[in-house]
């Protein structure tokens, strides 16, 4: 009892019994489980079952006046055989999937406590029952109970067609015409119907293969199947019919041919039909080999081998798996960290590919393996993936080059193909390298796909499919053969659906044409699979020896890839960091007040600025510039009123570059005075002698410097920058002297000066000039600290236009007043 409680609240059976030693999920696990699944969720069954499961709220519009008849499962998900039968329930749903528009499969579970008055109502009472409800079935129907029903699929798909059969008048549309057919409408066939092909299964009475037939063609188009019996005699003798079961292809024209198939046998015939030329699913479009060379894929069409495996399809399964869907998750821990843990070990244990690949999966193992942090980013991962740390030969080529995954548009196929691809290599490898555990790879993949594969109700029917079955995996060969049988199941379920594409249906695989020996027939007639001979094909389709190189590149050239790459990074970081860093200098001086004092290497700095700016002074005057340097070198100690703030020697070009700061704040830059030097040029006596006084009195300016940084700093005016688009363009310094004596007003008088107007005259003039005009500059400074010509006139403007509102005002008050005197004046 405890083993059949655990099996249906895990909702999954296997096709063989589960081993309780083996079970995935531990003992909290399954307590979680039963406490707080869903009713829905404990059943046996689930949409990736193909089976529709029954609830109180949608069974009415499910058995009441559908259009295809419905088979309905009663069951109690805690009864033991209900539990032993659902694995055929699910596989006779997979066997007659085709047959959906005339007949389909579903199941409720009367346990829940929801459900129990609809099985009331159905008179059910005892479980497993099974009843089929005609199509178009009233809403007081009971459906037609299934006593002593078969426990296998064949009989069970017989029952459903004797029940078909039972239909009254008016026939169904969904449904296909069961009855024998007779040589009078074959010859009359072709008028009536527009189709290309009419296939005729020869039979006997009690053979149910031409109404099967019949069924699984019936979601296809251009093509019609009819049975004819042995008794036939006519139509039998005109197309020379030996064999019974046998199908014959019959043409508008009236020839006949005879279908050639490897087991004369219901699945063949169907796989063959199916197959014909212009034979396509309702619904899809007719595939044209041509549409292929000049498909809607962004690259044009490779030719390729569809019996083969190619490297490309693995490298740019692996690209799109490792650098696309992984980046999705910023950061990896608990459980996805030990799946991406998982499925690197197992690429770097079995994946069969070229060295420099290979050399990477394995760098990226080892660096995940010794990181023993509790979550890993995809950024640090991505690295490890570029090769970031220049593991010598080892990289992965970037971008997909799909070659047999290819789809006929963008969204066919591809990645879910080279996925498919890729875990069925890694398992024939850890089979041929004989691999320490059964389960290993198996259970990489199903970490991955539960994790991190991007169609979540894919992962979900996988997850699903793991869960069923999972622990049957006892040895390498098992799990090759597990993971190509779960793959044909899921080929069975999209077979149909929009995303198969119709160049490459959805078949059972491996066919006949590629493996004439996997395939065999029961006694019963029964397709079957012959294991022995599938694992064999297995081990050598996706063997390492067997993968086709065909349209990869070279390995030097995707290294010298990854090397340009490398260093495209590498420059970008080195120009960002530059960036950054001069970012920081500027706000640092933004921010920071200046230091009192002068570094080592600024002094030397400035004295080779001074020691280049004589030079070129001196080149520029030559020899008769020094000589009336020496000439007048006793006469003035301060520097040529033409000098430029900028080119000032020592410390006091520093102070004059040196602007106080506000955290907030951004100053205004000096403006340089424009210096006419052509009218010195006239005047060589005063230039060499101005020239020679700076040469000379370098130590002395130095030491008068020094005593001005320790005076107070510069006083400012208001101008901070709110918004450029105003005109307002900063803090500035105001040229103000207050607190300078007179030397040094007319030292900065003479570096200001155009003409070196006060190099003679008397001290006492110059002192009235010199004071005269620092007031003027003083107030001048006041009146321009950032205002451009359009804002000082916005400033008049809205000032008029003020002063108008205030006298409007007035105005209107004034008569206010005036009449409310008025008012109060009358008797």
Not at 325 to 344: C, D, M, Q, R, W
Not at 363 to 391: F, I
Not at 634 to 647: I, L, R
Request: hydrophobic share 35%; charged share 25%; aromatic share 8%.
């Amino acid at each position: 009892m405890a083993r059949r409680c655990s099996r249906a609240t895990s909702r999954f059976t296997g096709d063989i019994h589960i081993h309780i030693g083996k079970l995935v999920t531990s003992a909290v696990s399954l307590c979680l489980c039963l406490l707080f699944l869903s009713s829905a969720e404990a059943g046996l069954y689930t949409a990736s079952d193909q089976i529709q499961v029954l609830t109180l709220e949608n069974v009415d519009s499910v058995l009441v006046n559908s259009t295809a008849a419905i088979v309905v499962e009663f069951y109690a998900s805690w009864c033991g055989h209900c539990i032993a039968f659902s694995p055929v329930y699910k596989s006779l749903a997979r066997d007659i999937k085709e047959w959906k528009p005339a007949v389909d499969l579903a199941a409720i579970d009367c346990a829940v406590e929801e459900n129990r008055k609809v099985c009331t109502g159905f008179g059910i009472r005892g479980y497993p029952t099974i009843k089929f409800f005609h199509a178009y079935s009233k809403g007081d129907s009971t459906g037609l109970a299934f006593g002593g029903f078969p426990r296998e699929v064949r009989g069970l798909r017989q029952r459903i067609i004797d029940a078909l059969e039972s239909h009254e008048d008016p026939w169904p549309p969904a449904c296909p015409p069961l009855e024998p057919t007779s040589q009078a409408e074959i010859d009359i066939f072709f008028e009536t119907n527009s189709v290309e092909y009419l296939a005729l299964i020869f039979e006997d009475s009690k053979s149910y293969i031409g109404r099967e037939v019949t069924l699984d063609l019936l979601q296809y188009d251009n093509i019609a199947v009819r049975r004819v019996l042995s008794t036939e005699e006519a139509l039998v003798a005109k197309l020379g019919v030996t064999e019974f079961p046998s199908c014959y292809l019959y043409y508008p024209g009236g020839n006949f041919t005879r279908l050639n198939v490897h087991i004369e046998a219901r699945t063949f015939y169907s796989y063959a039909l199916q197959r014909l030329h212009g034979v396509v699913r309702s619904g899809k479009p007719r595939p044209v080999t041509e549409d292929l060379q000049r498909n809607d894929t962004e690259e044009a069409w490779r030719p390729f081998n569809r019996s083969m495996v190619y490297m490309a399809d693995l490298e740019s399964a692996l690209h799109y798996s490792l650098r696309v869907e992984l980046s999705a998750h910023p950061v990896f821990k608990g459980e996805t960290l030990n799946a991406l843990k998982s499925y690197i070990s197992v690429l770097a244990k079995y994946f069969p590919g070229r060295p420099v690949v290979v050399n990477l999966l394995k760098s990226v193992d080892s660096w995940l393996q010794d990181h023993t942090g509790a979550e890993v980013s995809y950024a640090a991962l991505r690295e490890q993936l570029d090769n970031s740390g220049q593991v010598p030969d080892a990289a992965l080529p970037e971008g997909v080059r799909w070659v047999g995954c290819q789809g006929s548009k963008p969204y066919f196929r591809r990645y879910p193909c080279g996925v498919w691809t890729l875990f069925h290599v890694l398992t024939v490898q850890a089979q041929s390298s004989a691999g320490s555990e059964p389960q290993e790879v198996l259970q990489a993949m199903a970490g991955y796909v539960r994790n991190f594969f991007g169609c979540r109700p894919c992962a979900e029917h996988f997850s699903n499919m793991v869960q069923e079955s999972l622990a049957e995996v006892h040895s390498l060969s098992i799990a090759v053969l597990w993971l190509w049988s779960r793959h044909n199941r899921v080929n069975n379920r999209l077979a149909g659906a929009p995303s198969e594409d119709p160049h490459f249906p959805k078949i059972q695989w491996p066919p006949p044409e590629l493996c004439s020996g996997c395939h065999g027939v029961k006694k019963s007639g029964e397709h079957s699979w012959n294991q022995e001979q599938v694992l064999a094909f297995l081990l050598s389709h996706f063997s390492s020896d067997s993968l086709l190189t065909d349209y990869l590149e070279d390995e030097s050239q995707v290294l010298a890839q990854q090397r340009a790459k490398h260093e495209s990074q590498k420059l970008l970081l080195e120009a960002q960091r530059r960036v950054e860093r001069k970012a920081r200098e500027a706000l640092g001086s933004i921010t920071q007040p200046p230091s009192s004092q002068p570094t080592a290497e600024e002094e030397e700095e400035e004295e080779e600025e001074e020691g280049a700016q004589e030079e070129m002074a001196e080149e520029e005057e030559g020899g008769e510039g020094a000589a009336a340097a020496d000439e007048m070198g006793s006469k003035t100690s301060e520097p040529a009123s033409w000098a430029k703030p900028g080119v000032e020697t020592g410390r006091g070009r520093r102070q004059a570059q040196r602007k106080p700061s506000i955290v907030g704040m951004r100053l205004r830059d000096l403006q340089e005075d424009i210096v006419d030097l052509d009218s010195f040029v006239n005047q060589h006596y005063k230039a060499k002698a101005l020239r020679a006084a700076a040469a000379s009195s370098r130590v002395k300016r130095r030491s008068l410097q020094r005593k001005e940084e320790q005076d107070p700093g510069p006083v400012f005016g208001l101008g901070m920058e709110l918004d450029a688009g105003l005109g307002m363009v900063g803090l500035q310094a105001m040229e103000t002297d207050l607190g300078l004596d007179m030397g040094q007003q007319s030292e900065r008088l003479q570096k200001r000066g155009l003409t070196g107007q006060y190099v003679a005259g008397s001290e006492v003039e110059l002192s009235q000039r010199l004071y005269a005009q620092s007031h003027r500059g003083r107030w001048v400074s006041v009146l321009s600290i950032g205002f451009s010509a359009v804002d000082i006139s916005l400033c008049i403007f809205l000032y008029f236009l003020s002063s108008m509102c205030l006298l409007a005002m007035y105005l209107y008050f004034k008569n206010c007043l005036r009449l409310r005197r008025a008012k109060v004046a009358l008797p």
